[in-house]
Nanobody
Framework: QVQLAESGGGSVQPGGSLRLSCGAS????????KAWFRQVPGKEREGIAR???????TYADSVSGRFTISKDNAKNTLYLQMNMLKPEDTGMYYC????????????????RGQGTQVTVSS
């Protein structure tokens, strides 16, 4: 059984940083595709960063240059380093994984965590 568990969310002031982690069990970090999505209040859930089995990363325009996705295969953990945070980054952040799919459609990822809340406010 695949389980994903996010951690690292919290409250931070604009311009600050947070690092989210996503521990995986039952799913190899070195295979498939993993991604981070977020649900911002009043908006649709959006994919913001993904990393495929080869380590190639892709970012949404809204976070490019500020966020970095990475993975530690030895720890089977996915990370999202978030810098220069803005109030509009506030939302629930989810990690997802799939064996075959690697895109921006949330419903195509069969494995999903419960989410971790990020709040950016002064």
């Amino acid at each position: 059984q695949v389980q994903l568990a996010e951690s690292g969310g919290g409250s931070v002031q604009p311009g600050g940083s947070l690092r989210l982690s996503c521990g995986a069990s039952g799913f190899s970090n070195s295979g498939g595709c993993k991604a981070w999505f977020r649900q911002v209040p009043g908006k649709e859930r959006e994919g913001i960063a993904r990393i495929d089995r080869s380590g190639t990363t892709t970012y949404a325009d809204s976070v490019s240059g500020r966020f970095t996705i990475s993975k530690d295969n030895a720890k089977n953990t996915l990370y999202l380093q978030m810098n220069m945070l803005k109030p509009e980054d506030t939302g629930m952040y989810y990690c997802v994984a799939a064996n075959l799919y690697c895109g921006w459609l949330y419903d195509y990822y069969p494995y999903r965590g419960q989410g971790t809340q990020v709040t950016v406010s002064s």
